[in-house]
Every structure is written in structure tokens, then in C-alpha cells.
């Protein structure tokens, strides 16, 4: 009786004004992303960046839409993907979450590499493919390996050239005082804090406070100092706060946790976040070249992270880093918007 009942339910259809969304629901090291597959208008320009300008003017309703409650909630993550912008590359990506759109997105990059190998958009070529995204930040060259089977256990990508705006820098947080950070880029930026600097650890169980003073001190920077891309001004932005926990471990070189866009924490190591960091560790002489280190999230999945090379971008000596981690399916969802829902752009209660 009851599959009968779910029988006729599955029967429903959406009348032909209601606007239907399709996305591919996955997530790299507990990071969620919903990649949109149709549905969502097109969007115009040439490059990444002037297709996320047209969309924050005329489809931003859409992103809160499918983001937000009740479809999403508020540390939903997802990506629109778009036509390449270069010549050699096969897409295009344009990264979205609760407060808006993101320069550079390393999970995504993972998640998205793995499912356009596997669905057939990027042809294998063997039991390593490669696959150039255009993101916002520039090109992202990464590389799919498969297994016997035909699935993509692990994705390895080259992030854009990265390096330390600000080394040693103090701020004053409130109700903290002066609070030591680096300021660094990896195709973001953010302030990286040490985690005991505050009182805090990067586990679990800190997670509501991590976003209370990770916002602090997001809010604390953003008002006493400049934040300047040397090329381009729309990546010119403070995205968030790392917090960088050392661990006694053999295996593991540390634990961070990075709160962004409006408070939301990410579940993954962070690609952007830790690519960041080899700059600061590079720079420091923690690290050498070609010298990986395994870094944790909240959730203890890992990234491995390594410096390939030294590259001069504008006037910083920046590095190249290289990122390597999984993706997993969640599942695949047609979402429906009803024109007449007073919610239908959405919402976030946190």
C-alpha cells in the first residue's frame, strides 16, 4: 500500500510556469556543493567575471533560491558552470553561496574535475585526465585519476599564483584586543589566526564560537586595512578567517577551520585556504619545494597541499600550489520554483 501511495505521489507534475532547477549534489571532504546541470538562465559576457557580474544584477534571486532555505540552508555552497572562456579550456565555473560569489573555490574545483570526467563532458584520457576550469581568480589546470573502474578516486589541481599580503599584521578584534594575523592569497583572501590566539580549537565542539570570532575578526580587518588585488579589483576582497591549529601528530601537519562569506564554516580543509598557507609557510622556510603537507578540517578530512614553484606576480614573490583531494556523490535533485511562493527566493534562519 505505502509504495502504491509514494507511487502516486511521483506522479506529480509542475504546471509550465513554474521555473524547474536541476543540480548534481556532491561534497569534497564534507563541503557540500550543488552543481546547477539546467534550468538556470543564461547568463552573458565573455569572461567569468563579467557572467558573475550579470548574474549578481539579474539571476541573484536565483542563487539565493537555490542556496538558502528551504531548498538549501545557510552553508550551502554550489557553482554555476559556464561556457570556457579561453580557448584551451574546457569550462567555465562560477562559484555561489549564502552572501554571494567566490573567486576561487578548491572543493568545487575537486568536486567538479571528478563528475565532468566521469559524466563524459571532459573526454579520459587514461587513468589521469586533465581538466582547465576558467575560474574568477584565472586558469585552474587539475588532474582526475581513475580507477580500474572508471571512477575518479582523487583530483590534483595547480592553483593560481599565491602569496602573503601581510605577514606578523595585529588588529583589534573587540572584546579580544590586538589579535596577530597573515593576510594571505590562494585565488581568495583571508586572515589566517592562530586558533589558541583566541582561546579556541579547530574541532568540533568550538564550531558557534569559531563563527562568532571568525566574523570578528573578518569585520576587524576589513575596517583598519586595504585589501588590493595587483591585477584585478573584483578579487580584491577579504573573504574570511582561517584558523590554524598545530597538532602533535606524525601524519598530520596541522588543523584549520575557515569561516567565510557570512559566517558560513567549511567542512573541507579549504583549497583556496590552503593554498594560502603554503605561501605563508614557504615564505617562512617551514616548507620547501616539492615538500607536501597533510592538512585536516573540522571534520579530520584532509587535503595535501605542496609548493611546485616560485612565480613572480606583480610585486609579490608568489608560489604555485599544488592541492589534492576526493569528491563524492550525494545525490541529484530537481528543484521547482513557484512563482506565487511569498518564499521563493529563499531564506536562512541561523
Not at 1 to 25: E, R, V, Y
Not at 39 to 57: A, H, I, K
Not at 183 to 195: D, R
Not at 218 to 229: A, C, G, L, P, R
Request: negative net charge.
Amino acid at each position: 500500500m505505502s509504495q502504491q501511495i509514494c507511487s502516486a505521489f511521483n506522479h506529480w507534475q509542475a504546471p509550465d510556469n513554474f521555473l524547474k532547477i536541476t543540480t548534481l549534489d556532491c561534497h569534497t571532504g564534507g563541503e557540500p556543493l550543488r552543481i546547477i546541470t539546467a534550468g538556470f538562465p543564461e547568463l552573458l559576457g565573455d569572461t567569468v567575471l563579467q557572467r558573475r557580474r550579470y548574474c549578481l544584477e539579474h539571476f541573484d534571486h536565483l542563487r539565493t533560491a537555490v542556496m538558502f532555505e528551504p531548498r538549501g540552508h545557510a552553508d550551502m555552497y554550489g557553482v554555476l558552470v559556464t561556457p570556457p572562456e579561453r580557448v584551451n579550456s574546457h569550462f567555465g565555473a562560477i562559484f555561489i553561496h549564502n552572501e554571494g560569489y567566490s573567486t576561487m573555490c578548491g572543493h568545487a574545483i575537486i568536486a567538479l574535475s571528478k563528475f565532468a570526467v566521469e559524466s563524459g563532458m571532459v573526454e579520459r584520457t587514461g587513468n589521469v585526465t586533465e581538466v582547465r576550469i576558467d575560474a574568477p581568480c584565472g586558469l585552474i589546470t587539475a588532474w582526475a585519476k581513475s580507477d580500474a573502474k572508471g571512477q575518479v578516486t582523487e583530483t590534483t589541481f595547480d592553483c593560481v599564483p599565491s602569496f602573503v599580503a601581510q605577514q606578523d599584521a595585529f588588529v583589534d578584534v573587540p572584546g579580544f584586543g590586538k589579535i596577530r594575523f597573515d593576510l594571505a592569497y590562494g585565488g581568495a583572501f583571508y586572515a589566517y589566526v592562530n586558533a589558541g590566539d583566541v582561546g579556541l580549537s579547530c574541532e568540533a565542539k568550538d564550531y558557534n564560537e569559531l563563527i562568532r570570532i571568525g566574523r570578528l575578526i573578518k569585520q576587524s580587518v576589513n575596517q583598519h586595512f586595504e585589501i588590493s588585488h595587483p591585477y584585478e579589483q573584483d578579487l580584491g576582497f577579504l573573504y574570511g578567517t582561517i584558523f590554524v591549529e598545530e597538532l602533535d601528530d606524525s601524519e598530520l601537519h596541522s588543523r584549520n577551520v575557515c569561516v567565510f562569506a557570512e559566517g558560513e564554516v567549511d567542512r573541507s580543509p579549504t583549497g583556496s585556504g590552503v593554498s594560502g598557507r603554503a605561501a605563508i609557510h614557504y615564505g617562512r622556510g617551514d616548507i620547501a619545494i616539492n615538500q607536501p603537507i597533510n592538512i585536516s578540517s573540522i571534520l579530520d578530512s584532509r587535503f595535501v597541499v605542496e609548493v611546485q614553484r616560485e612565480q613572480q606576480y606583480g610585486p609579490y614573490q608568489a608560489i604555485i600550489p599544488r592541492v589534492t583531494g576526493s569528491a563524492h556523490i550525494s545525490g541529484k535533485s530537481e528543484f521547482i520554483i513557484d512563482p506565487s511562493d511569498p518564499l521563493k527566493d529563499g531564506f536562512i534562519l541561523r
